[in-house]
């Protein structure tokens, strides 16, 4: 047995499988010697290495470029098509499920409104579970080609231990509850609820941090350490990026910027509390301080409509102005208790709002904020598009896939004989065992 601590061969094996497969997924397509070059292994490991990869069927050639005097270089690329990922984002109005093959291109999509009975948690888990199923047949695919199942949600994610006492495995969600203020949920053991109904690898976390990861991979924060991604829906969340890693807290909860104070005594704001920047700066709450605004329709058609109403409309422009002060000075607190390279905003109500609003937030973010600090920080717009909690959500099972080298996830065993509608055994009287 080897002594703790010390590395072993497969260790080392695996460490060199993930360095190459990880820099070869961001950087690619490369060459053997570039990789050899930028990842510092030697020719000999890159060669072991990348032929293993290659025989797995993890990494394919992608054509050739010319060399110095000497053959032409065969380039490298992880393969799109060895697998697959699903994100899940649970949202305010619908569960959106989406399917990505390895270079996060979507091959299937459903869109499921949550409909009268809200954030119900039977409803959702049904809803997610349905979706999953859905988009694997559309993709016509077998369930054996899905690495896992990313899933971002409202509220405090906590890791507990699993059945047993024993820690949780990657993959294994039976022992995550989610703490959800604001919809509801308090202790909901969602991780049990969703493994009633798929035997798939599921990995679970808060929606601002499933956001946050997609930006800091493909978008707004790539290329820096020190960042925080704030996302701006009905709600209002963050990602903190500390050093390039996600801040969690002692409890998973940190990063709930919508629920600190903005204003002692003000509005009250959806978790029960008084005067949180959620209950200005949120969609749901700045909709329900216009006064004209529309009903009978979506939040993003109102607040579209807003947007629309302030060139005309002195009230509306104003509401508007009042936000943008409100924002600004909650990224003010952000630059000074941080001190990030860049704040991203993101999520569907802050794409829509900012492009009036973000010249504004940077003049009141400068007002307030600490002037050294706010001068190293740039405050921007995400850039990929209100879907980025789902693509996010699949990034979390990615990034265990490129972590262990490529080790495909341990399945557990199936709870699910039937379909979620149909069958003697219904999903819904599943769940409750679950519960139980």
């Not at 619908?94 to 093959?101: H, N, Q, S, T, W």
């Not at 607040?303 to 990224?331: K, Q, R």
């Not at 959500?393 to 896939?401: C, E």
Request: aromatic fraction near 4%; charge should be negative.
């Amino acid at each position: 047995m080897a002594e703790r601590g010390k590395r072993t061969v497969r260790d080392l094996r695996r460490g060199n499988r993930a360095s190459l497969l990880r820099h070869l997924y961001f950087e690619g397509p490369l060459s053997r010697q570039e990789l050899g070059r930028d990842t510092g292994l030697s020719a000999g490991s890159i060669s072991n290495v990348v032929g293993e990869l290659i025989a797995d069927g993890m990494v394919e050639e992608a054509g050739a470029v010319e060399s110095d005097g000497g053959r032409p270089r065969t380039l490298l690329q992880v393969s799109a098509a060895f697998g697959y990922v699903v994100g899940v984002d649970v949202g305010e109005t619908r569960v959106r499920v989406e399917l990505f093959d390895l270079a996060l291109t979507e091959r299937a999509s459903a869109d499921l409104p949550l409909s009268d009975s809200g954030h119900d948690v039977d409803h959702v888990v049904s809803l997610a579970l349905r979706g999953i199923e859905s988009v694997v047949r559309e993709a016509g695919i077998d369930d054996s080609e899905v690495l896992g199942v990313g899933i971002g949600v409202p509220g405090i994610v906590e890791h507990t231990p699993a059945e047993g006492g024993r820690p949780a495995a990657p993959g294994e969600a039976d022992g995550i509850v989610v703490h959800g203020q604001t919809i509801g949920w308090e202790a909901v053991p969602l991780g049990r609820l969703l493994r009633a109904g798929t035997a798939l690898p599921l990995y679970i976390d808060n929606g601002a941090k499933t956001l946050g990861q997609a930006e800091m991979w493909f978008g707004g924060g790539r290329g820096s350490r020190n960042v925080v991604i704030a996302l701006i829906g009905s709600g209002v969340g963050a990602c903190v990026v500390a050093d390039g890693t996600p801040y969690h807290g002692a409890s998973s909860s940190a990063g709930e910027w919508g629920h600190t104070t903005l204003r002692v005594g003000g509005r009250v704001c959806r978790c029960g509390s008084r005067g949180c920047l959620e209950a200005y700066v949120g969609a749901e709450a700045l909709l329900g301080r216009w006064p004209s605004a529309p009903g009978d329709v979506s939040e993003e058609t109102a607040l579209a409509a807003l947007l629309a109403a302030a060139d005309h409309d002195p009230e509306a422009g104003a509401l508007l102005a009042e936000t943008a002060e409100y924002l600004g000075a909650g990224i003010a607190d952000l630059i000074n208790l941080f001190n990030p390279e860049r704040i991203v905003i993101g999520g569907w109500a802050g794409l829509l709002l900012g492009p009036r609003l973000l010249p504004a937030v940077r003049d009141v973010a400068a007002a307030y904020a600490l002037r050294h600090p706010c001068a190293q920080t740039s405050i921007e717009l995400g850039r990929l598009g209100a879907d980025a909690v789902t693509v996010g959500a699949a990034t979390l099972p990615l990034a265990r896939f490129l972590d262990t080298g490529g080790e495909r996830p341990v399945r557990l065993p199936a709870q699910q004989a039937e379909s979620p509608d149909t069958g003697p055994d219904p999903l819904r009287n599943r769940i409750a065992r679950a519960v139980r």
